[in-house]
């Protein structure tokens, strides 16, 4: 009888009546916030700040905690959107040049109801005698969004602000908010909608959100909101309200999906754009980290990933192999069931409980073409969990010089060390030289 039994199994198994179903396609919501290193949040050590929500999707998700990003905003955006080294696509700060294939048109491809908010600042607006598209408000459409609610897409910062009386473009037309407005709510509502006409679809969602970058101003939450005047008065003291409302508008946008019956298959991702600014100082349990925004150190590339999908992740977990910007790209193909071209590596498997090979390395090649004070940062690496290797051979120890303050001497390496050394050179040698 037993024998019967198991020669059952065996056979059902064989037929495919026992394998474990694929799952199903989630609606997908990529939050990427504006400035904010892994420290900012709770889950990572952070003792200052309030993270509730994202904290719960963490200890609920998936917390990935060796994100690498690029130092800067768009040399990010330009690898998360495409899933290509910079060197490849990169042609200034700023711009991504309408030829490119983006996560918007492969998830519009797939059948998706696509749509973005917040942060553009790809037009090429630093560039105007260049680039002749910089004044096009259908970039976004081209590049896959269906909708948008957008700053910085045909004007400028200097020309209106993000936070109270934020200028903006929604679908083509250019508005100017009131005082009493604030732009994450204007960009986060328009998600809100968005998800409501679309609930009966499947909807992929990338919200680059303009908090919490400088300038450090009250949030509708602060004491100081009540004076309409200062309403731009800047503070550090304010940076801890921006990341607890940061906090906030996640909070608004899954409280929307559990109303709705769609949280258990929305796959929700949470990053950041790139380190902390550098006048931002955040005590954690470990120790006080200064922002390290624009440069390629640790504090500058660090960057918070959470992933949240009940339906696939049913018990909270970390996960503290490499993930790097090129990975978001082939990732979403993967969700979308398309086959694409990239530098990147898919972690899909991770979210579906599926075997998954870690990459071995991170790559960043930074070059980005913007102020002196940033450019001088100007360098390529690679690293693996516990050493770092730059082009011009400075080698760093990251478990024992975080702040990369004392290069190792290559002729003294450990054994361990010296090979690490070797495999990075290896795998800097795979890429194009650059000068």
């Not at 993270?51 to 994100?67: E, H, Y």
């Not at 040399?75 to 959107?81: A, E, F, I, N």
């Not at 109801?113 to 260049?130: E, F, M, R, V, Y």
């Not at 005047?229 to 550090?236: Q, S």
């Given at each position: 009888?037993?024998?019967?039994?198991?020669s059952?199994i065996?056979?059902?198994?064989?037929?495919?009546?026992?394998?474990e179903?694929?799952?199903?396609?989630?609606?997908?919501?990529?939050?990427m916030?504006?400035d904010?290193?892994?420290?900012?949040?709770?889950?990572?050590g952070?003792?200052t700040?309030?993270?509730?929500v994202?904290?719960?999707?963490?200890s609920?998700?998936i917390?990935?905690?060796?994100?690498?990003?690029?130092?800067?905003?768009s040399?990010?955006?330009?690898k998360?959107m495409t899933?290509?080294?910079?060197?490849?696509?990169?042609?200034y700060?700023?711009?991504?040049?309408?030829n490119?294939?983006t996560?918007?048109?492969l998830?519009h491809?797939a059948?998706?109801?696509?749509?973005?908010?917040?942060?553009w600042?790809?037009n090429?607006?630093?560039?105007?005698?260049?680039?002749?598209?910089?004044?096009?408000?259908?970039?976004?459409?081209?590049?896959?969004f269906e909708?948008?609610?957008?700053?910085?897409?045909?004007?400028g910062?200097?020309?209106?602000?993000?936070?109270?009386?934020p200028?903006?473009?929604?679908?083509?037309?250019l508005?100017?908010g009131s005082?009493?407005?604030?732009?994450p709510?204007?960009?986060?509502?328009?998600v809100?909608?968005f998800?409501?006409?679309?609930?009966d679809q499947?909807?992929?969602?990338?919200y680059?959100?303009?908090?919490?970058?400088?300038?450090?101003?009250?949030?509708?939450d602060?004491?100081d909101w009540?004076?309409?005047?200062?309403?731009y008065?800047?503070?550090?003291?304010?940076?801890?309200?921006m990341?607890?409302?940061?906090d906030k508008?996640v909070?608004?946008?899954?409280?929307?999906?559990?109303?709705?019956n769609?949280?258990?298959?929305?796959?929700?991702?949470?990053?950041?754009?790139?380190?902390?600014h550098?006048?931002?100082?955040?005590p954690t349990?470990?120790?006080?980290?200064?922002?390290?925004?624009g440069n390629t150190?640790?504090a500058?590339t660090?960057?918070?990933?959470?992933?949240?999908?009940?339906?696939?992740?049913?018990?909270?977990r970390?996960?503290?192999?490499?993930?790097e910007?090129?990975d978001?790209?082939?990732?979403?193909?993967?969700?979308?069931?398309?086959?694409?071209?990239s530098?990147g590596?898919?972690?899909?498997?991770?979210?579906?409980?599926?075997r998954y090979?870690p990459?071995?390395?991170?790559?960043?090649?930074?070059?980005?073409?913007?102020?002196?004070?940033?450019?001088?940062?100007r360098n390529r690496?690679?690293r693996?969990l516990?050493y770092?290797l730059?082009?011009?051979?400075k080698?760093?120890s990251?478990k024992?010089?975080?702040?990369?303050?004392?290069?190792l001497?290559?002729?003294?390496?450990?054994?361990?060390?010296?090979?690490?050394?070797?495999?990075?050179?290896?795998?800097?040698?795979?890429?194009p030289?650059?000068?």
């Amino acid at each position: 009888m037993l024998f019967f039994i198991v020669s059952l199994i065996v056979a059902l198994s064989s037929l495919g009546f026992l394998r474990e179903k694929a799952p199903e396609k989630p609606n997908v919501i990529l939050i990427m916030a504006d400035d904010m290193g892994y420290e900012c949040l709770g889950t990572y050590g952070s003792t200052t700040y309030r993270t509730p929500v994202l904290d719960s999707l963490a200890s609920n998700g998936i917390r990935f905690d060796r994100c690498i990003s690029q130092p800067l905003c768009s040399p990010s955006r330009l690898k998360l959107m495409t899933g290509k080294y910079n060197y490849r696509n990169y042609e200034y700060f700023g711009y991504l040049n309408p030829n490119q294939y983006t996560i918007g048109n492969l998830m519009h491809d797939a059948g998706y109801k696509t749509c973005i908010a917040g942060k553009w600042q790809l037009n090429g607006l630093s560039n105007k005698d260049s680039i002749s598209t910089w004044n096009d408000p259908k970039i976004p459409n081209r590049f896959g969004f269906e909708e948008y609610c957008l700053w910085q897409l045909t004007k400028g910062g200097a020309e209106g602000e993000r936070y109270s009386a934020p200028l903006f473009e929604k679908n083509g037309e250019l508005i100017q908010g009131s005082k009493d407005q604030y732009g994450p709510d204007i960009f986060s509502d328009f998600v809100i909608d968005f998800i409501e006409r679309k609930k009966d679809q499947r909807f992929f969602i990338y919200y680059p959100m303009v908090l919490v970058h400088y300038p450090f101003v009250p949030t509708p939450d602060s004491p100081d909101w009540k004076n309409k005047e200062g309403r731009y008065k800047k503070d550090t003291a304010y940076f801890k309200d921006m990341v607890a409302y940061t906090d906030k508008i996640v909070g608004k946008i899954t409280d929307k999906l559990h109303e709705l019956n769609l949280d258990k298959n929305t796959l929700i991702i949470f990053t950041g754009d790139n380190g902390t600014h550098s006048s931002i100082r955040t005590p954690t349990i470990e120790r006080t980290i200064q922002g390290g925004k624009g440069n390629t150190t640790d504090a500058g590339t660090h960057v918070p990933l959470i992933a949240y999908w009940p339906d696939q992740i049913r018990h909270g977990r970390s996960f503290e192999g490499l993930i790097e910007f090129s990975d978001f790209f082939p990732t979403l193909a993967d969700i979308a069931g398309q086959t694409v071209q990239s530098d990147g590596r898919s972690f899909y498997p991770l979210l579906a409980n599926q075997r998954y090979e870690p990459r071995a390395t991170a790559f960043v090649h930074y070059d980005p073409r913007w102020s002196a004070n940033v450019n001088r940062y100007r360098n390529r690496f690679v690293r693996n969990l516990e050493y770092k290797l730059y082009q011009d051979g400075k080698f760093y120890s990251l478990k024992n010089d975080i702040l990369e303050e004392n290069p190792l001497k290559t002729d003294k390496l450990s054994p361990k060390a010296r090979k690490a050394h070797r495999d990075l050179q290896k795998e800097l040698a795979l890429h194009p030289k650059w000068q």
